[in-house]
């Protein structure tokens, strides 16, 4: 992400800020998404969004041009895909919709291997415990799709699958 962003701004510090507010206003509107899914008021959702950014940002090796919050937005996204997910009835929805889960995995698990790992884990137990139908179907999508993306997005980096084993494990 860092080295596209630089190869379109440039190397100069100001247009390199860019890509903190980018990520930071990514995240908030995960943010935004998922609190869309409750009843309460405006006012209770907007604190909701305040204190879910700072409880989650603030620690002291948190930076808005690195992978920890490319891997927060993915989490927050994903909570949002399975939130419509459990809503929707469609099934042409629903499997885009677990496809988008399945590349929010893959694009986790490569920025942050353990969250990444986390993210996976919680989005299988999360289809099992709340689709009625077709779990089974669902996982394999997503455990496909997430596969998928992992060497798709290895590929991109001009990596081999041994390289990034073996340089980022």
């Known amino acids: 992400e860092f080295s596209f962003f630089q190869g379109v701004v440039g190397i100069?510090?100001?247009?390199?800020?860019?890509l903190g507010l980018f990520n930071a206003l990514a995240y908030l509107g995960g943010l935004v998404l998922v609190t869309r899914f409750s009843y309460w008021k405006d006012w209770q959702k907007a604190l909701t969004i305040v204190?879910?950014?700072?409880?989650?940002?603030?620690?002291?090796?948190?930076?808005?041009?690195?992978?920890?919050?490319?891997?927060?937005?993915?989490?927050?996204?994903?909570i949002?895909?399975?939130l419509t997910l459990n809503q929707q009835h469609d099934r042409r929805k629903e499997l885009a919709l677990l496809t988008a889960l399945g590349v929010l995995s893959g694009l986790c698990f490569t920025t942050?291997?353990?969250?990444?790992?986390?993210?996976?884990a919680s989005v299988v137990l999360a289809i099992l415990v709340i689709r009625n139908s077709r779990r089974v179907a669902s996982v394999l999508i997503i455990a496909a799709v997430t596969a998928l993306?992992?060497?798709?997005?290895?590929?991109a980096t001009g990596d081999t699958l041994h390289a990034w084993w073996t340089n980022s494990i």
Not at 12 to 18: A, D, H, N, Q, Y
Not at 112 to 120: I, K, P, Q, S, V
């Open 112 to 120: 942050r291997l353990n969250d990444g790992a986390a993210l996976f």
């Open 80 to 82: 949002a895909c399975i």
């Open 12 to 18: 100069r510090w100001l247009p390199s800020l860019l």
């Open 149 to 155: 993306t992992s060497f798709l997005m290895i590929a």
């Open 51 to 78: 204190c879910a950014f700072i409880v989650t940002t603030d620690f002291i090796t948190f930076r808005f041009d690195d992978y920890h919050i490319l891997s927060a937005t993915f989490v927050v996204y994903s």
